[in-house]
């Protein structure tokens, strides 16, 4: 199962909306509306961000929404703040052999 | 508090052996499903396996099958990765991770470090 494209590195001004994408095929992504998002700081656990495509867990802010069109997932942070810098890492079910595939995951730079 | 709190790296040489480690601590451990998740130096997150809350479904990335084996103890709200015949590429922060709804992971650990090298 090969992993999912992300885009290496993304930025924005605080106050600012970025967009990551998540680029999987129709045995994954596209497949199946089981899309999460992790954040990752430096040194620490991911934390969940974003699951079933769009869901936020219980404390995530609403600054942080997410969808998908096809075979794409996207995350979308609205409002920056610097606090937001972190790694960012999309993952899919990929059906029943090999269940889960992460992406690469997406540096955010908060200028 | 919920936690996760993995145990058992370290050093290895390849081919050889280790087992991980996980402790689990306020939640009711025996209703998840757990995953082990690694991330090798600057690398990025690959997902290792599934364990359902029973046991009773286990799986593998490709990568590892054959090699490690996935399990759990509800009685002691445990989780295990044996890990044999080990190589360098498996050098990693390993993770465990709680299963949240269907197939997220909400609660995670700080992770312990296997390094295979000779």
């Known amino acids: 199962q090969s992993a999912l494209t992300q885009p290496r590195s993304v930025s924005g001004s605080p106050g600012q909306s970025v967009t990551i994408s998540c680029t999987g095929t129709?045995?994954?992504?596209?497949?199946?509306?089981?899309v999460s998002w992790y954040q990752q700081h430096p040194g620490k656990a991911p934390k969940l961000m974003i699951y079933d495509v769009s869901k936020r867990p219980s404390g995530v802010p609403d600054r942080f929404s997410g969808s998908k069109s096809g075979n794409t997932a996207s995350l979308t942070i609205s409002g920056l703040q610097a606090e937001d810098e972190a790694d960012y890492c999309c993952?899919?079910?990929?059906?029943?052999?090999?269940?889960?595939?992460f992406g690469g995951g997406t540096k955010l730079t908060v200028l | 508090e919920v936690q996760l709190v993995e145990s058992g790296g370290g050093l290895v040489q390849p081919g050889g052996s280790l087992r991980l480690s996980c402790a689990a601590s306020?939640?009711?451990?025996?209703?998840?499903?757990m995953d082990w998740v690694r991330q090798a130096p600057g690398k990025g997150l690959e997902w290792v396996s599934y364990i359902s809350s029973s046991s009773t479904t286990i799986y593998y990335a490709d990568s590892v099958k054959g090699r490690f084996t996935n399990s759990r103890d509800n009685a002691k709200n445990s989780l295990y990765l044996q890990m044999n015949s080990l190589r360098a590429e498996d050098t990693a922060v390993y993770y465990c991770a709680r299963g949240f709804g269907y197939w997220a992971m909400d609660v995670w650990g700080k992770g312990t470090t296997v390094t295979v090298s000779s």
């Open positions: 129709s045995s994954d992504v596209g497949g199946y509306n089981y």
């Open positions: 306020g939640f009711s451990f025996s209703t998840y499903s």
């Open positions: 993952c899919s079910y990929a059906g029943s052999y090999t269940p889960l595939v």
